[in-house]
């Protein structure tokens, strides 16, 4: 079954999406073009493409997959999908209901998704259904902070925030381990909010 209210929050989102966006990706593009960089050679699934910026940052000649629950962010991110020197294949679809069999991907990309996704648990179990034994998960995310006093700001906004975007508080860390993989690195980029999960299928 859709999720009509999700969907309806991303297309409406999209419409703000890279202006809101504009000084993060600044922010991160180098981090993220060395992130990338990880790609490899099998068949890779990219989560929550939004308008497509990321794709700027891939590396060439790849074979991707990527998917969004929102048709707007689909809409604004197909001309940039199909302008990059490879392969990217866009799909509408929910994280936590993936149509591909089991085993497909030998990677699985995100950037700034489980802070977004619905039952995020349901969602990272999906993606440990499609990667292939000792497939690849690897996140640049931003989550809840374990200190004072970023990690009480954080909750004194999301509810707020939740309503407009993102969550601001969640433990994926944790969230990823409770899916069933098997984390090999955790790496902090910004305080211990923007992090980059390196994680495997058993």
């Known amino acids: 079954m859709r999720d009509l209210v999700t969907i309806k929050k991303w297309d409406a989102i ?39 910026n990321d794709f700027r940052h891939f590396p060439e000649g790849k074979d991707i997959i990527g998917i969004d629950i929102s048709p707007k962010m689909l809409e604004k991110a197909a001309p940039r999908a199909h302008s990059y020197n490879g392969t990217i294949e866009l799909h509408e679809m929910d994280s936590r209901e993936l149509t591909f069999a089991d085993e497909t991907f030998n990677q699985v990309f995100t950037a700034c998704t489980f802070c977004s996704v619905p039952e995020p648990v349901d969602g990272l179990r999906e993606l440990k259904r499609v990667l292939k034994s000792g497939g690849e998960l690897r996140m640049f995310e ?26 601001l508080n969640r433990d ?12 090999k690195q955790v790496s902090n980029i910004y305080l211990d909010i923007v992090k980059t999960i390196y994680a495997v299928k058993p």
Request: hydrophobic letters at 40%; glycine letters at 10%.
């Open 172 to 183: 994926t860390v944790s969230n990823v381990e409770k899916a069933g993989f098997r984390i």
């Open 14 to 52: 999209s419409k703000i999406y890279e202006w809101n966006t504009f000084g993060a990706e600044r922010r991160w593009a180098k981090l993220k073009k060395r992130f990338y960089s990880q790609m490899g050679d099998g068949k890779i699934l990219f989560l929550a493409v939004g308008t497509g």
């Open 142 to 167: 931003h989550t809840a902070s374990r200190h004072f006093p970023f990690r009480q700001i954080l909750n004194i906004m999301n509810p707020l925030a939740e309503k407009f975007g993102p969550s």
